[in-house]
């Protein structure tokens, strides 16, 4: 609450004191939907009561089997956030005082930084991004290279895409795709912190992300045709799970996602995403088996853990399954 109350008294000051009324409107306004989503939106519900049957219109090859792809989850770094809140101690003040500081700079200085909307990857999430390059580095037959069959894909907030940007460079230099933005892998959360940036449809917001501070350069890297703004109240975490598995799958005509070097939804054989804890954890609460006991329903990914599985869907009934047999930790684990 503390905190809460700094950055109102911050804001209000800015406000007053900025010379540039627009830029302090556009960021007021950022604030006030990130707020009030906290209060109105059930994002995260505590039990998933929908079906896993999951009708869909795709261009398949017509013997109504079973469509499988291998799906390779990968977290994001830590975050700014994170490292505010993931630990209570007693310099906690002096961190929560700090970040209200730098988030006043930025108010005053840049539209689009901030250090609670949409939380960029903290000095350890950096490192650790690069520690997942090491492992990809060494990874080939483990992960795909080829962009005939497959694709990176990344949520469409900065922690993720900057993990996807630093952690898959081994994959980017070799194919030269760009990632994939979509924000139906926006984490399942009601904090200001899971709210985003690039909030206009087809777009990517022209912020500085890990050694890009030219925002024009965002376009080269990342492709946000699958980005369709911000999360809004209503809509809930598992229904933008339909929406990821209508992309996955080409039920979503051409919003759905294709290999990296172009061509049809139905080549595709692995998607690399990489997103949130709490995206994923409930992602596996949902498609495993009711029976399953498996480690992913309870506990988070570490910080830029990966694992690794078979996503299979009948398409006759439209149903959608995690085959637990191929379920495997990669790198690090839970948590």
């Excluded at 580095?137 to 894909?153: H, L, Q």
């Excluded at 087809?202 to 500085?208: L, Q």
């Excluded at 996602?257 to 992602?283: D, Q």
Aim: hydrophobic letters at 45%; a positive charge.
């Amino acid at each position: 609450m503390f905190f809460w109350l700094v950055v109102a008294l911050l804001v209000a000051i800015a406000i007053v004191v900025t010379p540039v009324r627009k830029l302090a409107a556009a960021k007021c306004q950022l604030y006030a939907h990130g707020l009030v989503f906290m209060v109105k939106a059930k994002d995260l519900p505590k039990a998933y009561r929908g079906t896993n049957y999951i009708r869909m219109n795709t261009a398949g090859d017509g013997t109504r089997g079973k469509r499988i792809i291998r799906v390779v989850f990968i977290r994001h770094g830590q975050s700014v956030w994170n490292s505010l809140f993931n630990s209570y101690n007693l310099d906690l003040p002096v961190r929560m005082a700090k970040a209200a500081i730098h988030e006043f700079i930025n108010f005053l200085t840049d539209p689009f930084g901030s250090c609670i909307i949409d939380s960029p990857l903290s000095s350890k999430g950096k490192k650790e991004a690069q520690d997942l390059a090491s492992f990809i580095r060494t990874a080939k037959t483990k992960i795909s290279f080829d962009p005939a069959t497959s694709v990176v894909v990344s949520s469409n907030l900065r922690r993720a895409m900057e993990t996807a940007l630093v952690g898959m460079s081994p994959r980017l230099l070799v194919t030269q795709e760009r990632i994939v933005m979509d924000s139906a892998l926006q984490e399942g959360s009601q904090n200001i912190d899971a709210q985003s940036l690039s909030t206009e449809p087809g777009k990517i917001a022209p912020c500085k992300l890990g050694t890009i501070t030219n925002p024009l350069e965002l376009a080269i890297v990342f492709d946000p045709y699958l980005n369709a703004g911000n999360r809004v109240a209503g809509v809930d975490v598992y229904q933008r799970m339909d929406e990821f598995i209508m992309h996955l799958f080409g039920g979503s005509g051409e919003a759905s996602l294709v290999p990296a070097a172009g061509g049809r939804n139905a080549a595709l054989k692995e998607v690399i995403v990489v997103g949130h804890s709490g995206y994923f954890r409930n992602f596996f609460r949902r498609f495993l088996p009711p029976h399953s006991t498996h480690l992913s329903k309870k506990k988070k990914l570490q910080n830029c853990a990966v694992v690794a599985f078979e996503l299979a869907r009948d398409e006759s009934s439209g149903e959608v399954v995690v085959d637990e047999s191929t379920l495997k930790v990669m790198y690090k684990g839970f948590v």
